[in-house]
């Protein structure tokens, strides 16, 4: 017999035989949930414990068990209840005799489950012996088990990163437009030479263009129905029909990674595709999303993405879309795409798709879809009683009105036949026909009349704002339970509760609707939106008109109003978080949970889980708007303000301190200033967030740094305005006047310069550029680079910018380090405008940079005609130096590059014509025309008197002959000749040539020919340096024909 008492608790005891369970796995699950010394005491036992060691040990650790479980119990209930007892103890007598019950209680309960288990305890042994007896035939299922749990594992992560890519229903849309499609319309898009190509693979896009309301999401439904219905598992389609009332559908980002999860099967994903959803998160761009998507596009299968209401999106967002699909039709043979889109568009499609073909909802075809569905609907009402006519001719004055009307939208036609069906008799719907309306704005504004004089304008009044602003669509229990609510209401109020919100589609004479699957609540069509929002209703209807700001900030109120409801703060938001249990209990809890699990249900995976605090899930099924409220009440909260709203405190608190039932978006309930929280309050321009930030006196120096330089950067003059008030360094504050001024943010700038910036500054770019502060910028003058604000709005054409800069009393001839002014800038980067607005300020047009051309050197060598003349007009130096090395003056500069009226204008200003060249590669002006070929050029100097022999310099250089010989310009050598150019004017010393050394070289034998006529050496000496004659030219160049020229004419080596 066992020294252990056997009444002890058994944690075996709700044990039961399982055919084909593992011993192994038995014992490992069961030393995974001791502690320490248990496990040690476990392995002292046999290698493969027998029966009765086993029971040995549990009945010993029964005992131990059975005083934890107590101990475990009694801790629990003391930290989960330590706010009430606090309580209770200042209460009276009679309190303190329901605590003590409560602990009575909690005895009474220990010494009963202490008796249950002794009774259960024999049970339980002879249980433990059947088991164990099996277990030879057991451990040959042991692989099997492991492979299944690890195959269950990886089937779990699948989907957590499956579901981390994308929840978005894309089926909803789909579903409705399906419901919505009228018998056998839409079916000519099939039928069409465009269709057919594009399934056949000619095009790889395909648009649909048409109006507001011509039934281009009906007609994407019915593309997607018929690849799926035709092509069924030849090709693999990916959709998504963008929704205007959803502001999440319209994402960039969102389409990519539903259409990415379309094409995803949990059981069978790449290993590269998980390699690149592990490392994915929520910021991750759209083109790490494209590379997967390319992945799961092989080129052997087709593969359609049908893309319904494009323009539904912001440009930026279109951008990112249209260029991601661009790359992927680039990438992938087999890639088919359809667009559908109104057609203003089809300028940015052409843009990324050089070739596509289009179809048009305004074709013939779409009229006859629109004439059967009136014909359809018209019948349809008056076989339903809804529409009631005593003069059977009226039917077909019906139809024909509204098919004139219609000017090829279903929508319009939709709302029409609601108008008639409210008449009374035959007189008021023939007077209803003769005043249709023109336009969808003019039918909505008749609805909008409608609903007031039908006496729900007030009830339209309470909805419209809510569909207008709500973050994601609502259900009806949602928007029901949110009506009801007031700013500062501090408790549920359910006869508030609309009782009849059933039938809230006939309150607002559809213009809602609510989808019969979801029960969600949108507008019939994203225009009536527009219209509610962006529309100058007249008088009578002024009150519809809903400003955005102002419902966004009233939903944020109502939010935080609800979220702080006593309901829930007094049983779940502020109270603390239960404690975990202390590991004496873990260890109880999880023998018998697993154990019991394993005995009773085979092998699985099982965990040790907390419950969810405070039944979450109860509490959405009795208040259905906290699924809303609690997660979107930040973003509507992004304009809050103190002293504006109502709501400031509480919204404070629930930022500063955590609430149980508000979610962030930022990752964890810790509020720290330098945290995530102060990068996603920028990127999502949350205001409110952003001021609180930046008040705190927590905010480190380089943190604030980097949203002062997004701010800049991106011309976010509101957050600059936040950040600028904490006394930035006045270093940091020119390297962002400089940034300003580069980008051309005037509105930046302007804000910059409020704050008694020093606007000559020199900033080198190469170390400011970068949003962290760690790195030291040296002494400007210490490098050989670096601008001014001026400088730099200058040379990047921005003349708003430069004007404010000259208005702030920038300098306008100060030198840079390299020596560069702001008219130099403007001039090298052909900016009029600005060189006008300089030089009226006053910049020098002489200065000129450290071993560069000045302005007037730099704009003939370009050929800028008219900087040219605007310069000289301000006294520019047409005679300035050229530069040391490879310099030209004005005029060698215009002769060299061939601008005749450059030359004429600088000859005009009396620039030298003989003024020398530069020491190194330098030209004479004459020399230059002539090198380059430039004949008229060459007689104006002659004819200015230019020195047809000045000399070549020591290195490089050429006379004005032999860089005509050279580059073989056989007219300019006549000319020069006939001018009594010096034939035999000796070579450079370096890699200087004679005329003839020169024709012999390049081959030029015509050249050399006239050359010798005119009596050229030769034999004349080769260059000390690089040099050859001309001889030695010819045979070096293979030029044989040169070469018996000359020895005919007795040359020698």
């Not at 089809?346 to 909802?361: N, Q, V």
Request: hydrophobic content about 40%.
């Amino acid at each position: 017999m066992s020294r252990y008492p056997m009444a002890a608790t058994s944690s075996l005891a709700v044990a039961q035989p399982v055919v084909g369970q593992s011993l192994r796995d038995v014992i490992d699950e069961f030393r995974g949930i001791l502690d320490e010394e248990q496990r040690r005491e476990l392995d002292a036992l046999k290698p493969i414990p027998d029966t009765d060691a086993i029971l040995v040990f549990t009945a010993k650790l029964d005992l131990d068990v059975s005083t934890q479980i107590f101990q475990a119990l009694w801790n629990s209930f003391e930290q989960e209840f330590k706010p009430d007892l606090d309580n209770i103890e200042r209460c009276s007598n009679k309190v303190k005799e329901e605590i003590a019950l409560a602990k009575a209680q909690a005895d009474a309960q220990e010494h009963q489950l202490q008796a249950s288990e002794r009774e259960k305890a024999s049970k339980n042994r002879r249980t433990a012996r059947g088991f164990f007896s099996r277990t030879d035939t057991t451990l040959n299922n042991m692989g099997e088990w492991r492979v299944q749990s690890d195959a269950r594992k990886i089937q779990k992560r699948r989907q957590q990163l499956l579901d981390s890519l994308s929840t978005y229903d894309h089926l909803r849309l789909l579903k409705q437009s399906r419901l919505k499609r009228h018998r056998n319309t839409s079916n000519w898009i099939t039928h069409t030479t465009e269709f057919h190509r594009w399934v056949d693979r000619a095009v790889p896009l395909l648009c649909c263009f048409g109006k507001i309301g011509s039934g281009k999401t009906i007609a994407t439904a019915s593309v997607i129905d018929h690849i799926l219905s035709t092509l069924g598992s030849d090709c693999v389609i990916s959709f998504f029909f963008v929704e205007s009332g959803n502001q999440r559908s319209l994402s960039a980002d969102t389409i990519i990674r539903s259409v990415l999860r379309q094409r995803l099967n949990p059981t069978n994903i790449p290993q590269e595709v998980m390699q690149g959803l592990e490392r994915l998160d929520p910021s991750s761009g759209v083109d790490d999303l494209v590379k997967l998507l390319h992945i799961m596009m092989p080129p052997t299968r087709v593969s359609y993405i049908v893309i319904d209401g494009l323009d539904e999106c912001e440009k930026p967002d279109r951008d990112k879309l249209l260029t991601a699909l661009s790359s992927l039709v680039l990438r992938g043979e087999n890639i088919r795409l359809f667009l559908s889109s109104r057609d203003s568009l089809r300028g940015e499609i052409e843009k990324r798709f050089p070739a596509f073909d289009s179809l048009s909802m305004g074709c013939p075809s779409v009229f006859s879809d629109i004439s059967l569905f009136i014909e359809d609907t018209v019948r349809e009402k008056i076989q339903n009683d809804e529409l009631a006519i005593g003069d059977p001719s009226l039917e077909e004055d019906i139809k024909l009105a509204l098919f004139h009307g219609a000017q090829g939208m279903f929508l319009w036609v939709t709302f029409q036949v609601d108008e008639i069906c409210a008449q009374h008799c035959d007189e008021d719907i023939r007077n209803t026909l003769k005043d249709l309306p023109k336009s969808l704005t003019e039918l909505y504004c008749r609805v909008l009349q409608r609903i007031k004089s039908r006496g729900h304008g007030k009830a339209a009044l309470k909805i419209f704002p809510w569909i207008v602003a709500s973050k994601q669509l609502l259900s009806l229990g949602q928007l029901r339970e949110a009506m009801a609510i007031e700013i500062g209401q501090q408790y549920t109020r359910p006869e508030r509760l609309y009782n009849d919100i059933k039938n809230i589609t006939s309150w607002c004479e559809n213009l809602i609707q609510v989808d019969e699957e979801y029960q969600l609540v949108q507008f019939a069509h994203s225009t009536i939106r527009k219209l509610l929002i962006e529309e100058a209703l007249d008088s009578t209807l002024a009150e519809f008109r809903v400003n955005l700001e102002e419902a966004d900030h009233h939903i944020g109120e109502i939010c935080v109003t609800y979220l702080n409801f006593n309901d829930f703060t007094t049983t779940v938001a502020r109270r603390a978080k239960p404690m975990l249990l202390p590991s004496t209990a873990q260890i109880v809890h999880c023998v018998l949970r697993r154990l019991r699990n394993l005995l009773n249900h085979g092998p699985s995976k099982i965990s040790w889980e907390k419950n969810a605090p405070m039944h979450y899930q109860n509490l959405v099924l009795g208040s259905p708007f906290l699924e809303y409220a609690s997660t979107n009440w930040i973003l509507h909260t992004r304009n809050f303000r103190q002293g504006k709203s109502k709501t400031w405190r509480l919204w404070g608190n629930m930022i500063i301190q955590g609430h149980n039932l508000a979610t962030v978006p930022w990752g964890g309930n810790t509020f720290d200033v330098n945290g995530p929280v102060l990068d996603w309050a920028y990127d999502a321009r949350h205001y409110a967030l952003l001021r609180l930030v930046a008040s705190s006196d927590l905010l480190l120096d380089g943190r604030e740094y980097q949203v002062v330089y997004r701010a800049v950067r991106d011309n976010a003059t509101d957050i600059l305005g936040m950040f600028l008030g904490r006394r930035l360094p006045p270093r940091r504050l020119s390297q962002m006047l400089h940034l300003a001024a580069e980008g051309g943010n005037l509105e930046v700038v302007e804000t910059l310069l409020a704050t008694n910036i020093e606007v000559n500054a020199i900033v080198i770019p190469s170390i400011m550029d970068t949003e962290y502060p760690q790195v030291q910028e040296p002494d400007p003058l210490e490098w050989d680079e670096g601008e001014t604000a001026l400088q730099v709005a200058a040379g990047n054409g921005h003349l708003k910018v430069v004007e404010r800069l000259l208005a702030s009393q920038a300098d306008v001839n100060i030198r840079s380090p390299a020596g560069l002014t702001a008219l130099q800038a403007a001039v090298e980067e052909n900016h009029p405008e600005i060189v006008k607005r300089l030089l009226t300020a006053g910049a020098n047009v002489n200065e000129a940079p450290i071993s560069s051309p000045n302005e007037l050197q730099l704009v003939a060598e370009r050929a800028y005609r008219q900087f040219v003349e605007r310069l000289l007009e301000a006294n520019a130096d047409a005679d300035a130096p050229a530069p040391p090395t490879c310099g030209r003056t004005a005029l060698q500069a215009a002769a060299e590059s061939g601008n005749l009226e450059i030359v004429t204008m600088l000859l005009a200003a009396n620039a030298d014509v003989n003024a020398p060249a530069s020491p190194t590669y330098g030209r004479t002006a004459l020399q230059a025309a002539s090198e380059s070929g430039h004949l008229k050029i060459v007689n104006m100097l002659l004819s200015a008197k230019a020195d047809i022999n000045a000399p070549a310099f020591p290195t490089h250089g050429r006379t004005a002959l032999q860089a005509a010989v050279e580059s073989r310009h056989l007219k300019i050598v006549e000319t020069l000749l006939s001018a009594k150019a010096d034939v035999n004017a000796p070579a450079s010393p370096i890699y200087g040539r004679t005329a003839l050394q020169a024709a012999a070289e390049f081959g030029h034998l015509e050249v050399a020919e006239r050359l010798l006529s005119a009596k050229a050496d030769v034999n004349a000496p080769a260059a000390p340096e690089g040099g050859k004659t001309a001889l030695q030219a010819a045979k070096i160049g293979g030029h044989r024909e040169i070469q018996l020229c000359l020895e005919k004419a007795g040359a020698r080596e």
